[in-house]
């Protein structure tokens, strides 16, 4: 049988609405599938077939230990994405990379965390009625902004 580890975060299992139907929906196919926080240093990650990673939101604040966390499940098992595409990903500079490529990007104000700051001034050099504000290690949530022209910065 399939065993599939659903990696999260601990604070993130309440927050993740696809989390419990894809767990009973891998159960009801017949595939052995687990709910694991990713920082949890009781799992033996070799136990599984495969690791998708789901929502494991709370790396930005522990980056070196996540990275290094991908370097040991990689090793052990199949993740999914690839260690390769995950540390690329946690750098969100990747979306100008995507944007130059032809993808469509929502517009995004790169800022680095000791700078955070309101993308409003963004928003009227640019002529945009919306913009993000991503710290660029950032992977969601308190992190990121949506400001708009009227937006005031808390």
């Avoid at 136990?47 to 070196?64: G, M, N």
């Avoid at 996540?66 to 999914?80: E, G, K, P, Q």
């Avoid at 928003?123 to 660029?136: K, N, P």
């Amino acid at each position: 049988m399939t065993r599939i580890a659903l990696v999260t975060a601990a604070a993130a299992r309440n927050l993740d609405e696809d989390l419990a139907p894809l767990d009973t929906a891998l159960r009801k196919a017949g595939i052995d599938s687990s709910l694991v926080d990713w920082d949890d240093a009781s799992i033996d990650w070799a136990r599984f077939d495969l690791a998708v990673l789901r929502s494991t939101w709370d790396y930005s604040t522990r980056l070196a230990e996540f990275l290094a966390w991908i370097d040991r499940v990689s090793a052990a098992t199949t993740l999914l994405n690839p260690r390769e595409v995950v540390r690329w990903n946690t750098d969100k500079h990747y979306l100008a990379e995507l944007a130059k490529a032809g993808a469509v990007v929502e517009p995004v104000d790169e800022a680095r965390p000791q700078s955070l700051h309101s993308s409003t001034s963004s928003c009227e050099v640019c002529g945009l009625s919306r913009t993000f504000t991503r710290v660029s290690g950032c992977g969601g949530g308190p992190a990121i902004t949506r400001p708009s022209r009227s937006y005031t910065p808390p």
